[in-house]
């Protein structure tokens, strides 16, 4: 549930906000991520008008309501100014009409203005609601940043992800978040940050918390990053069969969104920060078309056609 006052004391500054009336109606829900300017509203016309969106006030609709008589205005306004109207905002520091400041006292409705043209609060409004209102989850992992892509780093507990991530950030590759990545769905695509509260920091058992920008500097670490692929690392099982060649591509579901999935087997002596590099490379590789897998594959079946017996002596080692 995001609020008007949630809205006003996080972005207030950045949107140039001024609260003119209706402050007891701060503890609004906003319930749509959508900006409306009422326009054709004010005629009258309200087939298709939502009632639930934050109203922008514009130099025309202000022009407009001006050269109405008083008693049609408040008509107007009243059709308008429901109880799911989450805020008023008039643009251009144009002065309220009496009227409207009159309504939205009486029925609690927060009214602002700001210094903005409407078409700039639109937009500006709109891309922080769409922020708020972006489906979310957190989930139990590494976010790092290796080669441009982002690789989400899972695995049980003490299975190695905040020692891989480690060495990831000593070879110059950035930090997003340990132990608790902040996911969102943003259009198609996949967003990751930490809590505030642990942002740069990592635990690593046996020595404790550190600051990765304190230690490494500001150039290792980012706030947020796209997630491209995930990692999952888990101990090394002899009984278990381990993809050889790369041809069966796994993907993982998060919120709706799928996403390259690797398992990575990990015992003493296998060069972990190696090999994600490695995928982050190979993945990059992908996007640009090129598929080693299956370019070897390709070669492979050729092998076979031209000369049987040099290919399946291939597959039987």
């Given at each position: 549930?995001?609020?008007?006052?949630?809205?006003?004391?996080?972005?207030?500054k950045y949107l140039g906000l001024d609260l003119i009336a209706g402050?007891?109606?701060?503890?609004?829900?906003?319930?749509?991520?959508?900006?409306?300017?009422?326009?054709?509203?004010?005629?009258?016309?309200?087939?298709?008008?939502?009632?639930?969106?934050?109203?922008?006030?514009?130099?025309?609709?202000?022009?407009?309501?001006?050269?109405?008589?008083?008693?049609?205005?408040?008509?107007?306004?009243?059709?308008?100014?429901?109880?799911?109207?989450?805020?008023?905002?008039?643009?251009?520091?144009?002065?309220?009409?009496?009227?409207?400041?009159?309504?939205?006292?009486?029925?609690?409705?927060?009214?602002?203005?700001?210094?903005?043209?409407?078409?700039?609060?639109?937009?500006?409004?709109?891309?922080?609601?769409?922020?708020?209102?972006?489906?979310?989850?957190?989930?139990?992992?590494?976010?790092?940043?290796?080669?441009?892509?982002?690789?989400?780093?899972?695995?049980?507990?003490?299975?190695?992800?905040?020692?891989?991530?480690?060495?990831?950030?000593?070879?110059?590759?950035?930090?997003?978040?340990?132990?608790?990545?902040?996911?969102?769905?943003?259009?198609?695509?996949?967003?990751?940050?930490?809590?505030?509260?642990?942002?740069h920091l990592m635990e690593i058992r046996g020595i404790g918390i550190?600051?990765?920008?304190?230690?490494?500097?500001?150039?290792?670490?980012?706030?947020?990053?796209?997630?491209?692929?995930?990692?999952?690392?888990?101990?090394?099982?002899?009984?278990?069969?381990?993809?050889?060649?790369?041809?069966?591509?796994?993907?993982?579901?998060?919120?709706?969104?799928?996403?390259?999935?690797?398992?990575?087997?990990?015992?003493?002596?296998?060069?972990?920060?190696?090999?994600?590099?490695?995928?982050?490379?190979?993945?990059?590789?992908?996007?640009?078309?090129?598929?080693?897998?299956?370019?070897?594959?390709?070669?492979?079946?050729?092998?076979?056609?031209?000369?049987?017996?040099?290919?399946?002596?291939?597959?039987?080692?």
């Amino acid at each position: 549930m995001y609020l008007v006052q949630q809205l006003y004391d996080q972005h207030g500054k950045y949107l140039g906000l001024d609260l003119i009336a209706g402050e007891k109606g701060l503890s609004r829900r906003i319930q749509k991520p959508e900006v409306h300017r009422p326009g054709l509203s004010l005629t009258g016309f309200l087939k298709s008008f939502a009632s639930a969106r934050i109203l922008v006030f514009g130099k025309h609709e202000i022009d407009f309501l001006r050269e109405l008589d008083v008693k049609t205005r408040i008509q107007r306004l009243q059709a308008i100014l429901t109880p799911l109207t989450p805020a008023v905002v008039i643009a251009r520091n144009f002065r309220p009409l009496k009227e409207l400041v009159a309504i939205c006292a009486k029925d609690h409705i927060p009214l602002f203005r700001a210094r903005s043209t409407a078409t700039n609060l639109l937009s500006r409004i709109t891309f922080i609601l769409m922020e708020e209102f972006a489906p979310s989850i957190s989930l139990h992992g590494t976010l790092v940043e290796v080669f441009g892509v982002g690789v989400l780093i899972q695995g049980n507990s003490s299975v190695g992800k905040s020692e891989a991530a480690l060495g990831l950030i000593e070879r110059g590759h950035r930090l997003i978040s340990d132990d608790v990545v902040r996911v969102k769905r943003k259009e198609n695509y996949l967003t990751g940050c930490g809590p505030e509260l642990t942002r740069h920091l990592m635990e690593i058992r046996g020595i404790g918390i550190i600051n990765v920008a304190h230690l490494y500097g500001a150039v290792c670490v980012r706030p947020d990053k796209g997630i491209d692929i995930v990692v999952k690392l888990e101990e090394w099982d002899d009984q278990h069969f381990y993809d050889r060649v790369g041809l069966d591509e796994k993907y993982v579901d998060i919120l709706g969104i799928s996403i390259p999935y690797h398992v990575l087997p990990v015992k003493p002596g296998r060069d972990v920060v190696l090999l994600l590099e490695t995928i982050a490379l190979n993945h990059r590789l992908k996007d640009m078309g090129y598929n080693s897998a299956k370019e070897f594959n390709s070669k492979l079946l050729e092998t076979i056609a031209n000369s049987p017996k040099k290919g399946k002596a291939w597959l039987r080692n």
